[in-house]
Structure formats: C-alpha cells, structure tokens
C-alpha cells in the first residue's frame, strides 16, 4: 500500500509480527490442519440463507469510505438481503488479525498487500480463493498478472486491487538547466547517473550541493528495488527461507543506489535531504532532479506550481530493466460464515465501474482490471507521459517478498540504515547482520509448520 508509505517506512506501517509475538500467537491458536481447511471449503458451495452481513475495513482512511460506501450501495441494491458494513478501521497490525483470527471474531475480508498477505496465509487465517473464483467464472485474463503474488502453497489467497509500479519522476526545469535530455525508453542506469551528475551543483558557493540530481530513500525497499535484479541479485531464494540479498553479489544494485550518495554525491544523505525539506519532500522543493516513486505521488505532486515536471520509464540495468510493484488486496478470512457473498463483493470491488470510482476520487492507484485503467489517465493534469505506469507492470516485481519476510526487515533496514548514513560500508553493514536475519528466518520457517499447513 504504497499511498502510506509517503512519510513512514514499511517496517514501521506494517507492524509486522515479531519471532516473540508468533510464540505467543502459536500457543493462542489451535494448529490449523489440511483437514480443516477442507472443511472451511465444504462451506463454500452451501448457500447461506437469511440476511446476511459481511464486514469489509478498508485501510483508505476517510476518503475511502465515501468511496466504498458507493460500491457497497450498488452490490447491495443487486443482493437487498446483504448487509456491507464498511469502515475505515483497517491496520497494518498483522498480530491484531491473528488474534481476531483465534477468536473468530477477524472480518470477512481482509485488506492486505504483496506481503501483508503471506503473514496472514501462512498462518492459517485466509481462505483459498480458488474454489470460489472457479465456481464464479472468474477471469483472470481480464486482469493484470498479479496473481502469482498472493499464491502460497499452490492456493489463492488473495486478488489485486490495483497496483503501483516504480517510475522515474523528474524536474524538466532542472534537466533544462543542466542541459540534459528528458528521460527515454533507452536510457541505462550508466545514463541516469551521467545526468544526475550534470544536474547536481553547488548555486550559493559554500562548498556543497544545494541542488542534487537524485533523490534516494532507504527506510524500505521499493525505492530501489527494481535495481537488485536490473543489476543480477535477489532477495530470497526460491522458496523464500533464505536471504540472499545480504550475500555479495546480490546487493550490487543496492551498492550503485548508496554510492550515489557517498561516491557520486549526486544524492543528499538521509540527514541532508531532511534538513533540505524539513523532514518533508525535496522534489517538491525543486532541489531534486530526479527520483523513483509510485502513482500514489502525483497526487501529492500535482499541487506544485513552481515548476514542471514529468515521468519515465525505469532505466535498464546490466541484467534488464525492471521496475518496483506494490498493491493493495482483497482476501477473506477463513472463518467467514458467508464466504460467497463476500467474494461476490469483491468482485464487485473489481468491477469497471468500481475501478472509475477509484480512479476519479484516488487519482493514484492503477486498477487490476485492464479494462479499467483508461479511467487512470487524466489527460488535464500531470505528467503528461501517465501511461509509463500502466506499461511498467509488464516488467515490474515485487520487492523483498517471502512468505517470512516480516521477519527479516527490522534487522535488514536497521543495517541498511547505518549504510545510508555512512556509519559503515555497504559490505560491512550486510555481512554483519545476514547470520542474524538468515537465523531469525529458519526460526520462522519453524514456527510456521507449527499450524499444519501442507
């Protein structure tokens, strides 16, 4: 959900659960096994009669709720025996859900993300969405192919709302200025670099940079993310219970991002670009020629009037081009008592009209649905090139995603900080926590089998 990632980090937003707190959980919950779930699936084909009420917390604050409230409206004029009671009460609080999970008291669907959701399904919480989306004719060709990344154990435990993918935003005066050319399809990380180097300058003489050609943010990863593989790394192995990004050669990518601070110095250190903006947004200021963001930042930036500015596509690195996916997710809990009638809302949450709504009241998120995202171009309001969004999903990745990367990230960014900083070396900061991540990892992987999953 990278609309709130605008001024916290992920670690902080999402609150992940912690090797003590699955402890205490693990002894909270019966362990969950296949036969179970199978149960829970049996429930699926039987019709619930009655009046029936589904609850839905949505993590899009206020704003959201007038929005919901309208989908919930037109599913419920087509189904009058449903109820959709919709709130704005959704956290990134994983534990709180395991809990209401326990005491069957969690929501029938659950709001969550590319990675939210593999700290839910892992544990038992969700429910496999294949059944329903079988029974219901649901096609996934209709949709971007967002799929893969809520699948756990060869099951469905979730679908895309929308998705956000990493971009180059950049500042046309400064790039005018400096004499460099817009951005291109064409350009190379090699090109980045040689304009972020003709953009930065020292105006007031006082020995350093007061305008910087770039932009880097290291409280979590998908500023930078797309440069692990555009430069030959990866995060986690193939099943995701090792970490392999605190392994040279993996964090190469990672090393050219911290180096245009402390190298280059074409990039303010996390202190200087805080002092720069107050502890808010540099770009906004005109002191940053370029940086990558989401979508979700036009609707902040499209309130500057000082200058123009535009996006491009990611640059392509030694093994590629590739670019940083987020999204926000629909699931259901596993306990739902009414597990149709709350797929059928989410697909109602999916709907064409569903995702103009979005794209009119949001102006931010990309919708899944393909034929929804032409309400995403707002053809009177910037950038002009809204479109390199759209395109970039077709070589876009999720970032830093295991089904037990809750546990690795307070240790992997507290260490990455210290790199940032410049308190220690790239090197230094990766090989002295990758025995303790890869430790905390094995540990969960553990605990996880604890619940019975197959």
């Known amino acids: 959900m990278d609309h709130l990632r605008q001024s916290i980090s992920r670690r902080e937003m999402l609150k992940m659960l912690g090797a003590g707190a699955a402890g205490t959980l693990l002894a909270a919950c019966a362990p969950i096994t296949p036969q179970v779930t199978e149960k829970v699936v049996e429930k699926i084909v039987t019709p619930t009669p009655g009046p029936i009420t589904i609850r839905f917390p949505h993590a899009m604050g206020d704003e959201g709720q007038a929005v919901f409230e309208k989908v919930a409206a037109t599913f419920q004029e087509k189904n009058p025996n449903v109820t959709v009671k919709v709130d704005p009460t959704f956290d990134w609080d994983a534990q709180k859900y395991l809990v209401q999970a326990a005491a069957g008291t969690a929501p029938d669907i659950l709001w969550g993300d590319e990675h939210f959701v593999y700290n839910l399904c892992s544990k038992g919480v969700l429910l496999d969405l294949g059944p329903l989306m079988d029974k219901s004719g649901f096609n996934e060709d209709d949709f971007d192919p967002l799929f893969q990344y809520f699948q756990y154990l060869g099951k469905q435990y979730g679908v895309a709302l929308w998705s956000g993918c990493y971009v ?58 797309a440069l692990i593989w555009a430069f030959g790394g990866e995060y986690f192995n193939e099943d995701g219970t090792r970490f392999l990004l605190c392994e040279p050669p993996n964090y190469a990518g990672l090393q050219w991002y911290i180096d245009l601070m402390h190298k280059h110095k074409v990039a303010p250190t996390p202190e200087i670009a805080d002092a720069l903006a107050g502890g808010g947004d540099p770009f906004m200021l005109g002191v940053i020629g370029l940086k990558t963001g989401s979508p979700w930042r036009m609707v902040t930036y499209r309130k500057i009037t000082e200058f123009e500015w535009d996006v491009a596509g990611m640059p392509t690195g030694p093994k590629g081009r590739y670019s940083a996916l987020t999204t926000d997710s629909l699931s259901i809990y596993r306990g739902s008592q009414a597990p149709e009638v709350a797929w059928a809302f989410i697909e109602e949450l999916l709907t064409e009209e569903a995702a103009k709504l979005y794209c009119t009241e949001f102006k931010g998120p990309v919708p899944a649905l393909k034929a929804g995202q032409k309400y995403f171009i707002l053809p009177d309001q910037p950038p002009a090139n809204q479109r390199a969004f759209i395109e970039a999903v077709s070589y876009a990745k999720v970032p830093m995603q295991s089904p037990y990367s809750y546990v690795v990230e307070d240790l992997f960014y507290q260490a990455l900080g210290s790199a940032a900083d410049g308190t220690k070396s790239l090197d230094e900061a990766m090989s002295g926590v990758c025995e303790a991540i890869n430790t905390a990892l094995a540990e969960e992987v553990e605990k996880v089998k604890a619940y019975g999953l197959p």
């Open 168 to 225: 180059l935003f950049y500042n046309k005066k400064l790039l005018d200025d400096a004499g460099v050319s817009y951005p291109t399809e064409e350009w190379t990380y090699d090109d980045l670099l040689a304009a972020t180097q003709k953009i930065t300058k020292d105006t007031n003489g006082d020995g350093e940079p007061d305008i910087y050609g770039f932009h880097c943010q290291t409280s979590w990863a998908n500023p930078w993310g």
